[in-house]
């Protein structure tokens, strides 16, 4: 149905933000510098602030009363559509900006096609958020450079965390049947159009690290679908347990 | 304020949305702060600054609040994300405030150098794009020293 495709495809958008804001949130009081930690909050609420956007559209679109709040704190893992790549966990800064890097940059190519979303919330959502990624994408590139181009210890940190985040980098682009629906109703894209642009500027921010480009691995996919490592239930548990254990408490 | 709304609500409507302060940097009103859309007497459309900024919520009751209290209950309060807000729709006098407060206001567009708010001097540097709110990063001036927010360009 031509609501359900929608349905779906807002659901990974939120589920995207709102799984990595909570794996940066998870930096809170223990990054390297208070700065850095400043950074990674920042970074983190403002994915929390496109999830609950995308994810009160979702509910509205489902139209069984759901709001952004149910879909995040009462589903269950299998239910949960984002991409295995932002569940991944945080491991080292390295590879928590390697993760951030992947991301971003992709982030910011879809937001600015969706900003052309035949959905009036995708696209205003989109269009609000593209500045702060872009703030995103750049803090990742320029730590991934500094810590590619660093010590003999950051640079073999950096190069592991990349060769860890690169395996998921095929499920970024993957267009099953939802992606290819939504893209054709003209509320999605097909990102296969910046795939080119991509692999582009990530070569060119390791280029500038001094890094090499880890060789492709075979592609991990499944999240869309809700197949999902063993790292989600372990994020989702504590962020899912007061409302769960309290289902009307409010503050 | 109820005196107010009786001879003319779209004034006496700003006038109450004008004494409802930012709940992160108390200096500017919503309306110094452009997030204020429109005002009507049904109702008053107001935009987010930043996608998870936290004081949005805070700022939709405190509205409210300002409302109920000025006797206008039956008036709504919406939000819109389009247009999104820039930082060009914080006022003149919003940006007066701000650096009064010790906030370097948002550089005009093409504008590169950054006064420091406590002494004026342009030898500052960019210590971390992020800051103690999603708005704001923190800077440095060379010549006194001191640390302070630049309200970053958006």
Redesign the interface.
């Known amino acids: 149905a031509q609501d359900q495709a929608l349905f779906d495809h807002v659901l990974r958008l939120g589920d995207d933000s709102l799984i990595l804001?909570q794996r940066l949130g998870e930096w809170c009081g223990h990054a390297p510098s208070v700065?850095?930690d400043?950074?990674l909050?920042?970074?983190a609420?403002?994915?929390?602030?496109?999830a609950?956007?995308f994810l009160n559209h979702a509910g509205d679109i489902e139209g069984h009363g759901r709001d952004g709040d149910a879909l995040a704190f009462h589903r269950d893992v299998l239910d949960f559509r984002n991409c295995l790549l932002v569940e991944q966990p945080n491991a080292d800064f390295a590879q928590t900006m390697a993760r951030q890097l992947l991301f971003s940059t992709w982030q910011k190519m879809l937001f600015d096609h969706l900003i052309g979303s035949s959905d009036?919330?995708i696209?205003?959502?989109a269009?609000?958020?593209v500045?702060?990624v872009t703030?995103h994408q750049?803090?990742a590139a320029e730590w991934v450079i500094r810590l590619g181009d660093g010590t003999e210890e950051s640079r073999r940190r950096m190069a592991d965390g990349l060769d860890w985040m690169w395996r998921f980098i095929p499920e970024l682009f993957e267009m099953d049947e939802i992606a290819v629906e939504a893209a054709r109703q003209g509320v999605g894209v097909d990102v296969t159009v910046f795939r080119a642009d991509y692999d582009a500027r990530i070569r060119a921010v390791l280029a500038e690290a001094t890094l090499e480009a880890p060789a492709d691995q075979r592609p991990i996919l499944g999240g869309r679908r809700g197949h999902h490592s063993e790292h989600l239930g372990h994020l989702l548990a504590p962020m899912q347990y007061v409302p769960r254990t309290y289902p009307d408490a409010k503050w | 304020m109820v005196a107010a709304a009786a001879l003319d609500p779209i004034a006496g409507l700003w006038a109450v949305l004008e004494s409802v302060p930012d709940p992160e940097i108390p200096v500017v009103s919503v309306v110094d702060l452009g997030i204020v859309r429109s005002v009507s007497p049904e109702r008053v459309v107001i935009t987010p600054t930043y996608t998870g900024c936290p004081a949005t919520q805070v700022i939709e009751r405190d509205i409210r609040d300002a409302l109920d209290a000025a006797g206008y209950r039956g008036v709504r309060i919406e939000t819109t994300l389009s247009p999104p807000w820039t930082t060009d729709w914080i006022s003149e006098a919003g940006k007066g405030k701000l650096k009064a407060y010790g906030i370097a206001p948002p550089l005009p567009a093409g504008e590169r150098a950054v006064e420091c708010p406590q002494c004026g001097s342009t030898q500052t540097d960019e210590v971390s794009r992020f800051g103690s709110t999603p708005c704001k990063a923190q800077w440095r001036c060379r010549d006194c020293l001191e640390p302070f927010d630049l309200f970053k360009c958006h």
């Open positions: 804001g700065e850095v400043l950074s909050a920042n970074m609420l403002d994915l929390i602030g496109q609950t956007h009036e919330t696209a205003a959502v269009a609000k958020a500045k702060e703030y750049e803090l």
